[in-house]
């Protein structure tokens, strides 16, 4: 299989990360699976891209989208169709955020739908949405959800053990929920000077008129600011974390690696609710509004100092879903899409 993406590692994109860990499972590495990426998706590249996968000895194609590299250009659609009818070779699809895109997006990504052999979803919700609109999916789509792109620390410490209070981990970048963060947090400072709070998370060039004004903003408040650290160090912050505040703008989902990355190093997940969020997250995890937020997270906190049974009953919901309800690992992810294509 030829795994097709918009932006590989060293370049930051939670899609790329994906890819990564896809492509380094045993699974793929006895498979003979393949990344093809490129730096430019202009319309203007297109001859260069088609010339070199031409080059490539693939059986079947499996495009990945929507991704940072990729932007708003067509290319990969081209590419899809030039896959299918000029190389005559299968393709297999798969959608990140379908809901999230615009009526160009979606339009276009019919394309996707229509020349692929399957298309996989990563969310039970975001497959609906799209049936909505591409009834024929419902028979040649299926579900494989994500892990996380973050590994579990080697030491989980005890909640109440933990030093740090309450973190944000993501991208810093737009329609995140970071502004919300801070400004919950600068509350949290008034009534509480010694609460330790951080946002750790990656920087992307693309949206450096964002983070700029964001990190100087930090830089006047008691958050600590944890900037491009390696996964294994991420994941050794996040388990000496109490809570992890992610108060997304369109609330928690199943495709949230940060959310994944937070819950698998067993911190206590505080977010909010929006139109994908699943019945199963509502009940596993405490969702509140930006208004309650503060009382919500002070609340808990008061509970792990005095050992009350809340936190408790917050941390066997907790494993109780990463036992039914997220993938075991990247290998199983990767045994799911050979399972797909040995029917194709």
Same mark, same amino acid.
């Given at each position: ?32 699976? %393949? ?9 203007? !590249? ?45 393709? /297999? ?40 609109? !591409? ?10 959800? /994500? ?8 030491? /989980? !410490?005890?909640?109440? =053990? ?21 400004? /919950? ?16 998370? %990656? ?8 983070? =700029? ?117 990247? =290998? ?13």
């Amino acid at each position: 299989m030829l795994i097709i993406t918009g932006t590989y590692p060293p370049r930051r994109c939670g899609v790329g990360d994906y890819c990564y860990n896809l492509i380094n499972t045993e699974t793929a590495r006895e498979s003979g699976w %393949q990344v093809y990426t490129t730096d430019c998706w202009n319309i203007s !590249n297109i001859k260069q891209i088609t010339k070199e996968i031409s080059k490539i000895d693939f059986d079947i194609a499996n495009i990945q989208y929507p991704t940072m590299g990729y932007s708003t250009s067509i290319t990969p659609h081209l590419i899809a169709l030039y896959i299918k009818y000029i190389l005559r070779k299968p393709i /297999i699809t798969t959608i990140h955020e379908y809901s999230r895109l615009g009526w160009k997006g979606r339009l276009a990504a019919k394309i996707f739908f229509r020349s692929s052999e399957h298309t996989i979803f990563t969310t039970e919700v975001e497959r609906q949405f799209a049936i909505k609109k !591409n009834g024929f999916l419902k028979k040649r789509s299926s579900i494989i959800k /994500i892990f996380s792109n973050i590994d579990q620390a080697d030491t /989980i !410490n005890p909640i109440e =053990e933990r030093t740090k209070d309450i973190g944000y981990f993501g991208y810093i970048r737009p329609d995140k929920g970071i502004e919300t963060f801070i400004d /919950i947090c600068n509350k949290i400072t008034k009534r509480e000077k010694e609460c330790k709070m951080y946002i750790m998370g %990656q920087t992307q060039e693309e949206f450096r008129w964002y983070y =700029e004004p964001i990190i100087e903003r930090v830089k006047n408040s008691n958050i600590e600011l944890i900037l491009n650290r390696s996964a294994k160090e991420v994941a050794n912050i996040l388990s000496n974390t109490k809570i992890a505040y992610l108060p997304y703008p369109d609330g928690l989902t199943e495709r949230r690696g940060s959310f994944l990355a937070a819950l698998l190093n067993r911190c206590i997940i505080v977010s909010s609710a929006g139109t994908f969020t699943t019945e199963k997250m509502k009940k596993a995890f405490t969702l509140c509004t930006e208004e309650r937020a503060e009382e919500v997270l002070m609340n808990i906190l008061n509970d792990i100092d005095n050992r009350g049974a809340q936190q408790k009953v917050l941390t066997a919901n907790s494993e109780l879903y990463i036992e039914k309800e997220i993938p075991q690992s990247w =290998e199983s992810v990767a045994l799911q899409y050979k399972k797909i294509i040995t029917k194709k």
